[in-house]
């Protein structure tokens, strides 16, 4: 759910969905709810996926090679689907990672130099 | 725990999926909505609230299939209508295979154990389904088979249960026979033979009178032995597997009636037999008659008793009637009753 239906919001969310699953399964595998729990709190509940939305785009990055989806049963539980990021993955995120910060560097340049 | 897959299945219907991919998304999704489903009532919420809350993670009705569609369009599965010829009979098999095959590719390691598995379970398979086919399904090429059977002696004292016969063992069974239609035997034998190409080695086997009457099986080509070809002194006749005669005589109709030199013999070949005909073993080639001379003594033992049973007779009475035989030896020979008994066995 949106903290903000504002269109840029939907856009920057949209634009950064790919980038914050990623760097949430670099470290290690991770199932999609997990995913999803860790954007919105590490967010600050800033940014939340709904299950309509995480899921297609878990299986599209997963259709590109950036990862990978496994299913894993563990002693006692349900089986889950453990997502993660697959050598072409690190790439692109080492990728979007410095353009996002060239992005954001651009931004606030830009912005404290117009609010100075 | 609602069962939160019904709902999903209804809004991933319209994409039309492949039956495996759709149950993998939707066991995927429910198990979502379960988690959230119980952390909502963690936190304190009422059931139906969180059951609302959990369901509205789906969104609107077909905003599932909307954001799903150009993910999942390789696993698109067009529409077959039933009763109609579509044409697209096959496209649902290709969209699955090629689904299969991309999974494959994700797990290399699985992969590879699933298709060594398969290769192991194909081949053990196929080994199994040879003997059985040859032991117990393939028909024997011979008429009514469950009536021919094999004649030897037994002695469970020496371990042995395929003791050949002698001449004079065959002589009175014919003598006191009453279960078998008529009794013949054969014995195996190597031959060599020579031609204008390098000498051969050939297995094959001496027969008596009735052989191949007693299995119901006759020459494709030429004729059997005739009744002087099978006395002692007779023309040296042969009758040769159409393996031979395909290697050894070009496969010629006009062999018959040509001469070939077996042991430095000559023989005339008078018939060719069926291709599916390898008796008494795939190994054997060349049939010659036995021409059994009036023995002198009781041995030596190198023969194998063939014959069918009389209509009605079973391998049991058989084996009882040949008891007679054997009862006659002993007296003959004063030996002493060292346990054995004659074997019948079916083919």
Not at chain 1, 61 to 75: A, M, P
Not at chain 2, 249 to 278: E, K
Not at chain 2, 313 to 342: F, K, N, Y
């Amino acid at each position: 759910m949106d903290t903000t239906t504002s269109i840029p919001a939907v856009e920057w969310k949209r634009g950064s969905a790919e980038l914050l699953i990623l760097s949430l399964v670099e470290a290690r595998p991770r199932h999609g709810y997990e995913i999803s729990k860790l954007i919105e709190q590490r967010s600050g509940g800033t940014i939340r996926f709904h299950v309509a939305s995480l899921y297609p785009m878990l299986y599209r990055l997963e259709r590109r090679g950036w990862l990978h989806g496994r299913w894993v049963e563990k002693s006692g539980q349900r089986r889950r689907r453990y997502y993660r990021v697959t050598r072409l993955g690190r790439r692109v995120l080492a990728s979007q990672l410095r353009g996002w910060r060239e992005f954001v560097a651009g931004i606030n340049r830009i912005t404290e130099a117009e609010n100075a | 725990m609602p069962d939160w897959k019904p709902e999903i299945l209804r809004r991933l219907a319209p994409l039309k999926l492949s039956t495996p991919r759709e149950a993998e998304i939707a066991e995927e999704l429910a198990q979502h909505l379960d988690d959230r489903y119980q952390e909502l009532l963690a936190a304190g919420e009422a059931e139906d609230a969180a059951y609302r809350t959990s369901l509205g993670e789906l969104k609107d009705e077909d905003f599932l299939a909307r954001n799903l569609k150009r993910v999942e369009r390789n696993f698109y599965r067009e529409p077959v209508a039933v009763g109609k010829g579509s044409g697209n009979l096959f496209s649902g098999i290709f969209q699955d295979v090629r689904y299969a095959l991309r999974m494959l590719r994700k797990s290399p390691g699985f992969a590879a154990v699933a298709i060594l598995t398969l290769a192991l379970g194909i081949g053990a398979n196929t080994a199994i389904f040879s003997v059985v086919n040859a032991v117990l399904l393939r028909a024997l090429p011979y008429r009514m088979p469950s009536q021919i059977v094999m004649v030897f002696w037994s002695n469970p004292a020496w371990g042995q249960d395929r003791i050949p016969l002698c001449v004079a063992d065959f002589d009175d069974w014919k003598a006191l026979n009453h279960a078998f239609v008529e009794p013949t035997v054969f014995g195996k034998n190597l031959y060599d033979y020579t031609s204008s190409q390098e000498p051969q080695q050939i297995a094959g086997a001496g027969v008596s009178p009735g052989f191949f009457s007693t299995l119901g099986v006759e020459p494709t080509l030429g004729r059997g032995f005739l009744p002087e070809e099978e006395k002692p002194g007779g023309r040296l006749a042969v009758i040769v597997s159409q393996n031979f005669w395909v290697h050894n005589l070009h496969g010629d109709a006009q062999a018959i009636g040509r001469n070939i030199t077996l042991d430095g013999q000559s023989y005339v070949v008078v018939g060719v037999m069926p291709g599916s005909f390898r008796f008494p073993s795939e190994s054997v080639e060349l049939w010659e008659p036995l021409r059994l001379k009036p023995p002198t003594r009781r041995g030596p033992y190198f023969l194998r008793g063939l014959a069918r049973l009389r209509p009605g007779v079973s391998p049991q009475q058989a084996r009882a009637d040949m008891a007679a035989v054997s009862e006659r030896i002993r007296e003959e020979t004063h030996a002493q009753d060292t346990g054995g008994a004659p074997n019948v066995m079916p083919l």
